[in-house]
């Protein structure tokens, strides 16, 4: 499938964007990527947290260069607009993580694998060769097999551990049941179980079928608390960023755990509904950890003006969700770049208009709450 990707006819807006998606992707595939949980209140209270708050501008500031470059961990990074982990990618095209890997590569920002990708580490690793790459880690019930795969990221060359926290159960997904649609069931994000050697030494029978079923058995780890942090700390070198921190008091115990950065975030509205927007949630946790360790942001990022806003209220970079794989059902690799650039030119033409020409500086923007 190749697309033609050119001004005209890539999509700008983001509406335009989902509904081009939409067209292109199957009915359920569609629906598991667009949906919330519940009745999608936070969903919606996610896009609405960012209007409310208002930039106020600054002029006469010499904006000629803009340097949008951000340093965490020790890394610099050309641009603070990430890849969120996305699992199952195949859903949306048929190159799947590979595209987005390599988008991300070709931009210089990281690219963080689920562990239910469609690809395994191995295969995005050498897909990409020496990109930032990050792993997004799900806790198995089968501890060596948690461990194994952190082991197998570590010797791939991955640069960080991303735990995710608020995914201990399926959140309730209205679309997704009334459909029966499961891309896990389908096996769409098996690729790290199946070359795992931990994983398939604990089946008796390597047959599909039981690959899946042992996964789906696997995925959901309800026991998870902060000793499992403890352990993970242990068994790895990487650094342990925690993803899914909404309250203040969880942020203070990341600290106090020695956890080394965490991503705000509802998860994109996907899990517990009825919850509070991310970008609300961001302003105490970046008070309450107070440069501690770097807080990093997703759910809801729909424009560069967003990125500005979660930049202002403390954040050190963004992740996107659905616009990078809405970017890539349109136009797989091209259109994950793609959706990058105008995600980095809005931001860059943001920042410039708001009279701020360094991403350190963001935070010193005036916002209110209208
Ligand atoms: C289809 C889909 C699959 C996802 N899979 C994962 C996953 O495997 N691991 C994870 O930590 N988060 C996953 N997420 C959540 C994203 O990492 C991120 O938190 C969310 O998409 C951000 O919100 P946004 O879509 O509004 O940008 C997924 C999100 C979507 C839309
Ligand atoms: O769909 C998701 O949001 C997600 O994170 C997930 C969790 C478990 C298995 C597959 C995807």
Redesign the pocket.
């Known amino acids: 499938m190749s697309v033609e990707l050119n001004a005209k006819s890539f999509p700008v807006s983001f509406a335009a964007l989902e509904q081009e998606a939409k067209m292109k992707m199957s009915e359920g595939g569609y629906g ?1 990527v667009r949906s919330g949980a519940s009745h999608e209140e936070t969903l919606q209270k996610n896009a609405q947290g960012f209007e409310k708050l208002s930039i106020v501008p600054r002029m006469l500031r010499d904006v000629a260069d803009v340097d949008m470059s951000v340093t965490i961990g020790g890394r610099t990074y050309p641009f603070p607009v990430f890849l969120a ?4 990618q195949k859903l949306t095209h048929e190159e799947g993580e590979l595209a987005s890997a390599r988008a991300a590569a070709a931009i210089g920002v990281p690219f963080v694998q ?3 990708s469609s690809y395994s580490i191995e295969e995005i690793k050498a897909g990409t060769n020496s990109s930032p790459k990050w792993f997004q880690l ?1 806790w198995s019930r089968n501890e060596q097999v948690t461990f194994s795969m952190v082991n197998r990221a570590e010797q791939a060359g991955y640069e960080a551990i991303v735990l ?1 926290v608020d ?1 201990v159960m ?2 309730w ?1 209205e679309t997704d049941i009334a459909a029966d649609f499961s ?2 069931k389908l096996g769409f ?1 098996k690729a790290n179980y199946e070359n795992d050697p931990a994983f398939m030494a604990a089946l008796d029978n390597h047959e599909n079928e039981a690959v899946i079923q042992s996964l789906l058995e696997n ?2 780890y309800p026991n998870l608390n902060w000793s499992h942090v403890a352990e993970l700390k242990k068994r790895t070198k990487l650094p342990i960023y925690i993803k899914g921190i909404l309250h203040p008091e969880d942020a203070k115990l990341a600290v106090e755990n020695g956890v080394d950065g965490i991503i705000v975030s509802n ?2 509205g ?2 517990l509904d009825g919850i509070i927007s991310a970008i609300d949630a961001l302003p105490s946790i970046v008070t309450e950890v107070d440069g501690a360790i770097p807080v990093l942001f997703d759910s809801g990022i729909r424009r560069g003006t967003d990125v500005v806003k979660a930049l202002a209220l403390g954040a050190k970079a963004v992740f996107i969700g659905r616009p990078f794989i809405y970017g890539l059902a349109v136009g797989g690799q091209t259109g994950v770049e793609k959706i990058l650039e105008n995600f980095i030119e809005e931001t860059k033409i943001t920042m410039s208009l708001a009279g701020i020409s360094k991403v350190c500086d963001l935070p010193s923007i005036k916002l209110i709450r209208e």
């Open positions: 598991y982990p996305v699992g199952m689920s562990t239910v799900y995710t995914t399926t959140g997904r891309p896990l994000g995925i959901h998860h994109g996907r899990q």
